[in-house]
Protein backbone atom coordinates (compact mmCIF):
# COMPACT_ATOMS: atom_id res chain seq x y z
CA UNK A 1 0.00 0.00 0.00
CA UNK A 2 1.25 3.39 -1.15
CA UNK A 3 -0.57 5.35 1.18
CA UNK A 4 -2.12 7.08 -2.14
CA UNK A 5 -5.66 6.54 -1.96
CA UNK A 6 -8.05 6.78 -5.34
CA UNK A 7 -12.00 6.46 -5.07
CA UNK A 8 -13.92 5.12 -7.15
CA UNK A 9 -12.27 1.86 -8.26
CA UNK A 10 -14.08 1.38 -11.27
CA UNK A 11 -15.96 3.75 -13.65
CA UNK A 12 -18.38 3.09 -16.25
CA UNK A 13 -20.54 5.50 -17.94
CA UNK A 14 -21.77 6.73 -21.28
CA UNK A 15 -20.08 8.99 -24.18
CA UNK A 16 -21.10 12.00 -23.38
CA UNK A 17 -21.03 11.97 -20.06
CA UNK A 18 -18.84 14.08 -17.23
CA UNK A 19 -17.28 11.82 -14.18
CA UNK A 20 -14.68 13.47 -11.28
CA UNK A 21 -11.61 10.97 -10.21
CA UNK A 22 -10.34 11.61 -6.43
CA UNK A 23 -6.95 10.95 -5.31
CA UNK A 24 -5.83 11.48 -1.93
CA UNK A 25 -2.03 11.68 -1.32
CA UNK A 26 0.25 10.53 0.92
CA UNK A 27 0.23 12.22 4.42
CA UNK A 28 2.91 14.83 4.20
CA UNK A 29 2.96 14.62 0.30
CA UNK A 30 2.31 18.11 -1.41
CA UNK A 31 2.62 17.30 -5.16
CA UNK A 32 0.01 15.30 -6.84
CA UNK A 33 0.13 14.21 -10.74
CA UNK A 34 -2.30 12.57 -12.86
CA UNK A 35 -1.54 9.49 -15.85
CA UNK A 36 -3.17 8.21 -18.15
CA UNK A 37 -2.30 4.67 -19.30
CA UNK A 38 -3.96 3.45 -22.01
CA UNK A 39 -2.86 0.07 -23.92
CA UNK A 40 -0.83 1.78 -26.52
CA UNK A 41 0.43 4.83 -24.84
CA UNK A 42 2.15 3.93 -21.76
CA UNK A 43 1.83 6.20 -18.71
CA UNK A 44 0.63 9.59 -20.20
CA UNK A 45 1.40 12.45 -17.76
CA UNK A 46 -1.47 15.23 -17.90
CA UNK A 47 -0.87 17.60 -14.94
CA UNK A 48 0.22 18.16 -11.52
CA UNK A 49 -0.75 20.54 -8.82
CA UNK A 50 1.83 21.36 -5.79
CA UNK A 51 0.09 22.42 -2.86
CA UNK A 52 -2.83 23.49 -4.49
CA UNK A 53 -1.50 25.40 -7.79
CA UNK A 54 -1.05 23.77 -11.07
CA UNK A 55 2.72 23.58 -11.49
CA UNK A 56 3.24 21.47 -14.94
CA UNK A 57 0.76 20.57 -17.35
CA UNK A 58 1.77 17.55 -20.01
CA UNK A 59 -1.27 15.93 -22.73
CA UNK A 60 -4.61 17.28 -20.66
CA UNK A 61 -7.81 17.42 -22.96
CA UNK A 62 -9.16 20.77 -22.89
CA UNK A 63 -12.25 18.73 -21.99
CA UNK A 64 -10.33 17.56 -18.97
CA UNK A 65 -9.59 19.72 -15.92
CA UNK A 66 -8.18 19.16 -12.65
CA UNK A 67 -8.10 20.65 -9.25
CA UNK A 68 -6.42 19.90 -6.13
CA UNK A 69 -8.13 21.29 -2.21
CA UNK A 70 -7.03 22.77 1.27
CA UNK A 71 -6.78 19.49 2.35
CA UNK A 72 -4.12 17.91 -0.68
CA UNK A 73 -6.76 16.02 -2.06
CA UNK A 74 -7.41 16.41 -5.86
CA UNK A 75 -9.78 15.70 -8.55
CA UNK A 76 -9.56 15.26 -11.85
CA UNK A 77 -12.64 16.02 -13.76
CA UNK A 78 -13.34 14.23 -17.21
CA UNK A 79 -16.28 16.13 -19.40
CA UNK A 80 -18.48 15.26 -22.94
CA UNK A 81 -16.73 11.75 -22.74
CA UNK A 82 -15.72 9.74 -25.42
CA UNK A 83 -14.67 5.84 -26.58
CA UNK A 84 -11.13 6.46 -26.64
CA UNK A 85 -11.31 7.78 -22.90
CA UNK A 86 -11.58 4.62 -21.76
CA UNK A 87 -8.16 3.81 -19.96
CA UNK A 88 -6.63 3.42 -16.37
CA UNK A 89 -6.08 6.74 -14.56
CA UNK A 90 -3.78 7.13 -11.59
CA UNK A 91 -2.48 10.11 -9.74
CA UNK A 92 0.77 10.21 -7.90
CA UNK A 93 2.23 12.26 -4.91
CA UNK A 94 5.70 13.12 -3.55
CA UNK A 95 7.18 15.75 -1.37
CA UNK A 96 8.85 17.72 -4.02
CA UNK A 97 7.01 20.27 -6.29
CA UNK A 98 9.98 19.12 -9.72
CA UNK A 99 9.40 15.71 -10.98
CA UNK A 100 13.07 14.57 -9.22
CA UNK A 101 11.93 12.44 -6.22
CA UNK A 102 9.82 9.07 -6.19
CA UNK A 103 5.92 9.23 -6.91
CA UNK A 104 4.00 7.24 -5.23
CA UNK A 105 1.10 5.44 -7.24
CA UNK A 106 -2.56 5.01 -5.82
CA UNK A 107 -4.49 2.22 -7.52
CA UNK A 108 -5.98 4.01 -10.02
CA UNK A 109 -9.54 4.43 -11.27
CA UNK A 110 -10.35 2.19 -14.62
CA UNK A 111 -12.93 4.26 -16.16
CA UNK A 112 -15.06 2.83 -19.54
CA UNK A 113 -17.01 4.64 -21.44
CA UNK A 114 -19.70 2.75 -23.92
CA UNK B 1 9.90 19.30 -24.03
CA UNK B 2 11.29 15.64 -23.05
CA UNK B 3 10.50 12.65 -25.20
CA UNK B 4 11.94 9.48 -23.56
CA UNK B 5 12.13 6.32 -25.72
CA UNK B 6 12.37 2.55 -24.62
CA UNK B 7 13.33 -0.99 -26.00
CA UNK B 8 12.18 -3.29 -26.64
CA UNK B 9 8.59 -2.86 -25.85
CA UNK B 10 8.82 -7.04 -25.25
CA UNK B 11 11.39 -9.15 -24.07
CA UNK B 12 11.14 -12.80 -22.74
CA UNK B 13 13.76 -14.84 -21.21
CA UNK B 14 14.72 -17.51 -19.26
CA UNK B 15 14.75 -18.22 -15.85
CA UNK B 16 18.10 -17.29 -14.26
CA UNK B 17 19.11 -15.34 -17.76
CA UNK B 18 19.82 -11.41 -17.83
CA UNK B 19 17.63 -9.04 -19.22
CA UNK B 20 18.91 -5.46 -20.10
CA UNK B 21 15.83 -2.64 -21.42
CA UNK B 22 17.35 0.58 -22.46
CA UNK B 23 15.86 3.83 -22.90
CA UNK B 24 16.62 7.27 -24.81
CA UNK B 25 15.66 10.92 -23.58
CA UNK B 26 16.08 13.84 -25.64
CA UNK B 27 16.12 16.65 -22.84
CA UNK B 28 20.10 17.10 -22.44
CA UNK B 29 19.24 18.92 -18.88
CA UNK B 30 17.03 16.16 -17.69
CA UNK B 31 19.06 14.58 -14.10
CA UNK B 32 16.56 12.36 -12.62
CA UNK B 33 16.12 8.92 -14.48
CA UNK B 34 13.81 6.44 -12.12
CA UNK B 35 12.64 2.71 -13.21
CA UNK B 36 9.06 2.17 -12.05
CA UNK B 37 7.91 -1.88 -12.09
CA UNK B 38 4.28 -2.68 -12.67
CA UNK B 39 2.78 -5.92 -12.30
CA UNK B 40 -0.21 -7.25 -13.72
CA UNK B 41 -3.42 -5.33 -12.54
CA UNK B 42 -1.47 -3.35 -9.96
CA UNK B 43 -0.01 -0.10 -9.77
CA UNK B 44 3.49 1.03 -10.64
CA UNK B 45 6.05 1.22 -8.15
CA UNK B 46 9.75 2.55 -8.07
CA UNK B 47 12.43 -0.11 -8.16
CA UNK B 48 15.38 2.02 -8.96
CA UNK B 49 16.34 5.16 -10.19
CA UNK B 50 19.81 7.21 -11.29
CA UNK B 51 20.93 11.21 -10.75
CA UNK B 52 23.08 12.49 -13.21
CA UNK B 53 26.01 12.41 -11.02
CA UNK B 54 26.32 9.02 -11.24
CA UNK B 55 27.44 6.74 -13.57
CA UNK B 56 26.27 3.45 -12.10
CA UNK B 57 24.08 1.99 -9.62
CA UNK B 58 23.26 -1.39 -8.22
CA UNK B 59 20.47 -2.61 -6.07
CA UNK B 60 21.25 -6.53 -5.26
CA UNK B 61 19.65 -7.96 -8.99
CA UNK B 62 19.18 -5.01 -10.28
CA UNK B 63 21.22 -2.19 -11.66
CA UNK B 64 20.61 0.91 -13.92
CA UNK B 65 23.48 2.47 -16.22
CA UNK B 66 23.39 6.05 -17.27
CA UNK B 67 25.78 7.54 -20.21
CA UNK B 68 25.01 11.56 -19.93
CA UNK B 69 26.99 11.93 -23.15
CA UNK B 70 24.85 9.80 -25.02
CA UNK B 71 21.67 10.88 -23.40
CA UNK B 72 20.24 7.01 -22.53
CA UNK B 73 20.20 4.92 -19.33
CA UNK B 74 19.33 1.16 -19.10
CA UNK B 75 18.29 -1.34 -16.74
CA UNK B 76 19.99 -4.48 -15.82
CA UNK B 77 18.61 -7.28 -14.21
CA UNK B 78 20.63 -10.46 -13.74
CA UNK B 79 19.08 -14.09 -12.73
CA UNK B 80 16.08 -13.18 -13.37
CA UNK B 81 12.98 -14.98 -11.94
CA UNK B 82 9.47 -15.49 -12.90
CA UNK B 83 8.46 -12.95 -10.05
CA UNK B 84 10.01 -10.42 -12.15
CA UNK B 85 7.74 -10.98 -15.14
CA UNK B 86 6.04 -7.18 -15.24
CA UNK B 87 5.68 -3.91 -17.65
CA UNK B 88 8.59 -1.71 -16.68
CA UNK B 89 8.41 2.17 -17.27
CA UNK B 90 11.92 4.30 -17.18
CA UNK B 91 11.55 7.78 -17.09
CA UNK B 92 13.12 11.42 -16.93
CA UNK B 93 13.23 14.37 -15.54
CA UNK B 94 14.67 17.72 -14.85
CA UNK B 95 13.96 17.88 -11.40
CA UNK B 96 12.59 21.39 -11.17
CA UNK B 97 9.47 22.71 -10.76
CA UNK B 98 7.11 22.82 -13.31
CA UNK B 99 8.58 19.81 -14.83
CA UNK B 100 7.83 16.13 -14.18
CA UNK B 101 8.42 13.03 -15.45
CA UNK B 102 8.28 11.77 -18.70
CA UNK B 103 7.95 7.92 -19.02
CA UNK B 104 8.81 5.72 -21.76
CA UNK B 105 6.03 3.23 -23.02
CA UNK B 106 7.07 0.06 -21.23
CA UNK B 107 8.60 -3.02 -21.98
CA UNK B 108 6.53 -6.60 -21.26
CA UNK B 109 9.12 -8.32 -19.71
CA UNK B 110 8.23 -12.49 -19.28
CA UNK B 111 10.38 -14.97 -17.33
CA UNK B 112 9.65 -18.07 -18.11
CA UNK B 113 10.72 -21.14 -15.80
Known amino acids: DSGVTQTPKHLITATGQRVTLRCSPR?????VYWYQQSLDQGLQFLIQYYNGEERAKGNILERFSAQQFPDLHSELNLSSLELGDSALYFCASSVEVGGGSEQFFGPGTRLTVL | GENVEQHPSTLSVQEGDSAVIKCTYS??????FPWYKQELGKRPQLIID?????GEKKDQRIAVTLNKTAKHFSLHITETQPEDSAVYFC????????????FGKGTTLSVSS
Open chain 2, 27 to 32: DSASNY
Open chain 1, 27 to 31: SGDLS
Open chain 2, 50 to 54: IRSNV
Open chain 2, 91 to 102: AASRNQAGTALI
